[in-house]
């Protein structure tokens, strides 16, 4: 698993990639889930929105990849502090129908907007260039 990301004003973009590393086919559909943690591995708020559109079969050969996009808000919502409380560190995906989770650093600040993660259902490939 790898991510690649970018930052615009007020808003954060990511791609979570999962590529098949084994030696046979697998097949995938969704979402994945995702949660932050911090330094200590404790949870940070992580809510996370799936888009509407429509979720499809994909066939991973091995080494053919996967991702999902992430998009999220780094202006404070209403009510909000300007900075948030917790900083995550690391990223916890899990894949769909898995119970396995994978990790990642988290190198991308703190999310306000309390925790919400905008993202999509995966699609074959490794993601447009952000």
């Not at 954060?12 to 969704?30: D, F």
């Not at 911090?38 to 509407?52: A, E, I, L, W």
């Not at 898995?98 to 990642?104: E, I, Y």
Request: charged share 20%.
């Amino acid at each position: 698993m790898c991510t690649h990301w970018t930052q615009a004003q007020g808003s954060g973009y990511a791609a979570v990639i999962l590529t098949n590393k084994t030696h046979k086919t697998v097949w995938t559909e969704g979402y994945v889930g995702l949660q932050l943690l911090n330094s200590h591995g404790k949870d940070v708020p992580t809510r996370v929105v799936r888009d509407r559109g429509r979720a499809e079969l994909i066939t991973l050969k091995p080494g053919q990849s996967a991702y999902t996009r992430l998009h999220w808000g780094d202006v404070p919502a209403a009510g909000e502090p300007t900075r948030a409380e917790k900083n995550p560190t690391r990223l916890e995906v899990t894949p769909p129908d898995s119970f396995r989770h994978l990790n990642t650093a988290w190198k991308l600040g703190e999310l306000l907007q309390k925790g919400r993660i905008d993202i999509d259902a995966l699609a074959r490939g490794t993601g447009p260039t952000l």
